[in-house]
């Protein structure tokens, strides 16, 4: 009774008080940072080791086997599981909380590379990489068009609509799924290599060599001073048609008297639909510490000025978690 009995005696004291604590809590309320999930290190680390060609049982004898015999017995290891399957391992790694998560990767990576001693010699390099929950996808957008091509709905997607979004405020990693890759088959015609008497080896020693890029010296103004590099590379089919290709014999002989060349699509490893039709999916992750709230808004206005920008792409999203981060923070306030 004598904290109601005080109260009664300094109301203004009391209300003044009650005043600095609300006057607080709407201050860190509003810098507050908001997501759906806290910002909790979750002591995880994954190891991705690809083998393409290989079939699920040689992934586990040659690559999951060894990663897992130098995993095992490290310190704070609480499970290693492993998904092993045609072409590829992944391994993901769990630690006991409190754990520091920067030794962990450490020791992972250690192991990694220890292993690489009873693996195979051309094994692509593992990639060992921490799993954070809390990076997970805030947006998922769709991209597509019944006028732009497949292809030039790829480069716009890439070349523009993903960097403006890697640019924008407190987004972070923009992952771009289900575009198609420009591709140039070559196929060499195996009658007209041995009348030439050239091998494959010449051919693609012709066309490694177009893909370089050589010095061109430098450029001087009296405002600025830059660099020069020649690029050989192919624009198009008919550019790698007209390489050419040594000989010993000192023929003039290009690309396209020996080989068959196509300008197409590299196959896809991913097929995304929307509405049945094919569509690019653009997967949007906020920085980290980042508002939530603030990167979709960011995004959204993004996709608002790309639609102005092409008004014949669809820009549709797909899910966001504003719903239910908002409903989150309904929940706090109400409480």
Do not use: C
């Amino acid at each position: 009774m004598w904290l109601t009995r005080a109260s009664l005696r300094n109301p203004i004291t009391v209300t003044l008080f009650y005043a600095l604590i609300v006057a607080v809590g709407a201050m860190a309320f509003t810098q507050m940072r908001r997501s759906i999930l806290p910002p909790v290190s979750f002591p995880i680390v994954a190891i991705s080791a690809p083998y393409p060609g290989a079939s699920a049982e040689e992934i586990e004898r040659l690559v999951a086997m060894p990663i897992e015999d130098q995993l095992e017995g490290m310190p704070q290891l609480d499970r290693v599981s492993t998904y092993a399957q045609a072409g590829v391992a992944n391994i993901v790694v769990r630690f006991r909380f409190g754990s520091d998560l920067e030794t962990d990767r450490s020791n992972v990576q250690q192991a990694v590379e220890a292993a690489r001693a009873n693996m195979p010699l051309d094994l692509v390099p593992p990639v060992v990489a921490d799993a954070d929950p809390s990076q997970v996808p805030v947006l998922v957008a769709s991209l597509s068009s019944a006028i732009f091509s497949p292809r030039s709905l790829a480069e716009i997607a890439d070349r523009e609509i993903a960097p403006a979004l890697r640019a924008a405020p407190a987004i972070g990693n923009v992952i771009v799924s289900g575009e198609q890759t420009r591709q140039f088959t070559v196929v060499p015609q195996l009658g007209a290599l041995d009348a030439m008497a050239m091998t494959v080896l010449d051919l693609n020693q012709s066309l490694a060599a177009a893909d370089e890029v050589l010095p061109g010296g430098t450029l001087r103004s009296s405002f600025a001073e830059a660099t020069i590099g020649v690029r050989s590379a192919a624009a198009d089919a008919e550019d790698l048609r007209q390489l050419p290709v040594p000989t010993n014999g000192g023929a003039s002989v290009r690309v396209g008297d020996v080989a068959r060349v196509a300008d197409g699509s590299a196959d896809a490893a991913i097929t995304t639909r929307v509405d049945g039709a094919p569509a690019i999916v653009l997967f949007v992750s906020r920085a980290e510490n980042a508002d939530a709230l603030t990167a979709i808004s960011s995004a959204q206005r993004i996709f608002k000025r790309q639609s102005q920008r092409y008004p014949l792409i669809r820009l549709e999203t797909l899910r966001t978690d504003a719903p239910y981060t908002k409903a989150a923070i309904g929940g706090v306030l109400q409480t």
